[in-house]
């Protein structure tokens, strides 16, 4: 898949050496020259990777990393400077910058950040899909708890269908009345007449759990 | 008010004491290591402490990568890192291996002592929202 690049500095050197190299490099690549114009492009499409300017006209890096933050959690923002400083660099990453790099740079060096922001980017977003898949199932659970208490054993089968679609992956497309009356028999059948079924449905819950904890203390 | 627990690594004696001597006086509970490779013993014997305060160069294992094999058994303890070498790649590096701060060596013991204060209080807040997690959960 090809990734998205967006540049931002008010120089345009910088934006037409960056834009060349990283087209030939197979990105597709956007570019803005102010903080306003580089959160405009944010807002009509995502990105994988901003690559943006630390002090521009309009505004710096910063408030930009700072305003996208919330609506673009998974993009790697890669901060650029011809004038570092500690200060400015730990601002930066504690802002949530993937990084902080000193220009002059060495456009081969920057490929290798930019490749990795990139797979930093994937690995965020898997993340966060999982912890949704996560909230979303925890709240199904607590609803059919409170069925289950309402209606009896009945729904204990159809706990099964939704954890064992959850884990196969698509949480957000069972909704109940989906089942047919037949496959609804069908799935009261199984679980009847194998009760471990419906234990390892719940276990293998727990492994989708697992898995989205284990990859959630594997980032950062 | 509880009493807060920090670890200060340090291969300087004479910053080791000054900053035992402080701490103490703010009635903080201490140990401290003059390497990385004795910190990460003590951890693994005592793994409750608020806060860690660790020099970057050390002899040995220096400070980054202590904090990188801190992170494998304690992902969320609080570390401070100091340095009287600051450079643009070890606070980014630092940061990225989220410490709490990046502290440059002179430091002013005040402003030091509010850092600590406050990566020991978000460590308190830390614990205690997981204790109430695990009264919750399943």
Redesign the interface.
């Known amino acids: 898949m090809e990734s998205k690049l967006l540049v931002v500095d008010d120089e345009v050197f910088v934006r037409e050496l960056l834009a060349e190299y990283f087209t030939k490099l197979n990105y597709q690549v956007r570019t803005a020259r102010s903080a306003a114009e580089a959160l405009q492009q944010m807002g009509m499409e995502s990105f994988h990777v901003a690559l943006i300017d630390l002090r521009m006209p309009d505004g710096g890096g910063i408030d930009v990393l700072r305003a996208v933050r919330k609506t673009a959690a998974d993009l790697s923002i890669i901060i650029m400077t011809g004038y570092p400083t500690v200060d400015s660099a730990i601002e930066a990453m504690r802002a949530g910058a993937y990084d902080y790099v000193v220009k002059p740079f060495r456009l081969k060096e920057l490929d290798n950040i930019v490749t990795k922001a990139v797979a930093a980017q994937r690995h965020r977003a898997e993340i966060n899909q999982l912890r949704e898949r996560v909230t979303e199932l925890e709240a199904r659970f607590a609803n059919l708890k409170r069925r289950e208490n309402r209606e009896g054993v009945e729904v204990g089968p159809r706990r099964f269908t939704i954890i064992e679609k959850a884990v196969e992956g698509e949480p957000f497309q069972i909704e109940q009345p989906a089942l047919t009356g037949p496959q609804r028999h069908r799935i009261r059948e199984v679980a009847r007449q194998d009760p471990s079924l419906y234990e390892e449905a719940v276990a293998s819950r727990r492994e989708f759990r697992d898995k989205a904890v284990s990859l959630l203390e594997e980032s950062s | 008010m509880d009493t807060h627990k920090i670890l200060i690594v340090d291969d300087e004696l004479l910053i080791r004491d000054l900053l035992y001597d402080y701490f103490l006086s703010k009635d903080y509970f201490i140990m401290t290591a003059s390497s990385a490779e004795e910190a990460m013993e003590i951890v693994e014997q005592h793994d409750d402490f608020d806060v860690v305060l660790t020099d970057i160069k050390m002899g040995g294992i220096d400070g980054l990568q202590f904090v990188e094999d801190l992170r494998r058994s304690h ?1 969320n303890m609080p570390v401070i890192v100091m340095t009287a070498f ?3 790649e070890t ?2 590096e630092a ?2 291996k ?1 410490v709490y ?2 502290i ?1 060596k002179p430091f002013n013991i005040n402003r030091l002592y509010s850092v600590v204060e406050a990566a020991a209080k978000e460590c308190h807040h830390d614990k205690k929202a997981h204790e109430r997690e695990v009264v919750n959960g399943e």
């Open positions: 992902r600051p450079s643009v606070a980014v940061l990225r989220r701060d990046y440059v």
